[in-house]
């Protein structure tokens, strides 16, 4: 069986510098899922989104944008304005665990209210021809919810829906809950992907013999603490290219200087790539002692230097 590899979207992470860098260096990735598009109450789209999903910044990948609302009205307004960029399909996020969102009945919060879900699904096929596709959690309160949405589901044509397998009010605690996961397999006539702590090559294999019938699957926080996972599970190897730390350090330095021209003064440049030196520290051999030299990083001279030492440490260890 092939397997279709998917990024989650990660806001604040997986924006379009960090999607084109990824894909020059490492690949393996088949869809980019943007990180959501959200109004706020006003029928407008703020510029940092669009810059995002423009298609001269998308390039040569395929992105799928994502909008996450309780509105017929938004979702409707956000389909027909991704549809001027040549997008087809809108993804919808009932997923979004945190008590801001999900007090105000969207993300996992609007999983339980299968009436609005099916009002707004209503209206989006009967006035637009977007291709929608889901990405929820099962559930805010408890993994059920989801099982009692599915009908409503049921009756329109999704093109998918990717289940994160925790509930909301786990936020990102505990495990993921497989036992859940199946029961939704059973309870559905959509396609499902999987979604959830997808972080090595031998978890994605516990994964593939757990749930067999699963072709689509969804990295979030995996691709970015080893950007090398999608090259492994494509290749059905645990192994690491040769030169795995070379072409590390020159997506870092793309990333760094992709960031550089968006981001001004050289704190908030470093402040950004230690939120994902907290990720990267993840797959190398001392994760707490490289986010304190990121973090004791007073210039970018100094980060640029503790980069060189950290990757050149990690290379004379790791072969
Ligand atoms: C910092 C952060 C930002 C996220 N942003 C989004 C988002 O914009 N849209 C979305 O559907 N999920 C978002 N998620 C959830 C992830 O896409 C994914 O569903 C979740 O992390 C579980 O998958 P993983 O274990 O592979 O990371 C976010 C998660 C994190 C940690």
Known sequence: MTHTLLSSPLQGFTDFRFRNTFHKYFGGIDTFYAPYIRLNGKLEI??????????????????IPQIMTNSADEFIFVAKYIQQFGYNELNWNLGCPYPMVTNKGMGSGLICDSTKIDHILDRVHSETN???????RMGYENNEEILYTFPILDKYPLKNIAIHARIGKQLYEGGVDLEGFQRCLENTAHKIYYNGDITSFSRFQEMKELFPSIDHWMIGRGLISDPFLPFMIKNESAEYPEDRFEL????HDTLLSEFEQKLSGEKHLIMKMLQYWEYFATSFSDPQFI??????????RAYDDNVKNILEYEKANVY
């Open 46 to 63: 703020k510029s940092n989104y669009e810059i995002d999903i423009l298609p001269k910044n998308n390039k040569s990948l395929t992105v």
């Open 130 to 136: 977007i291709i929608v596709s889901m990405k929820m």
């Open 248 to 251: 590390f350090s020159k997506f």
């Open 291 to 300: 986010i304190r030299k990121i973090r004791k990083s007073k210039s970018l």
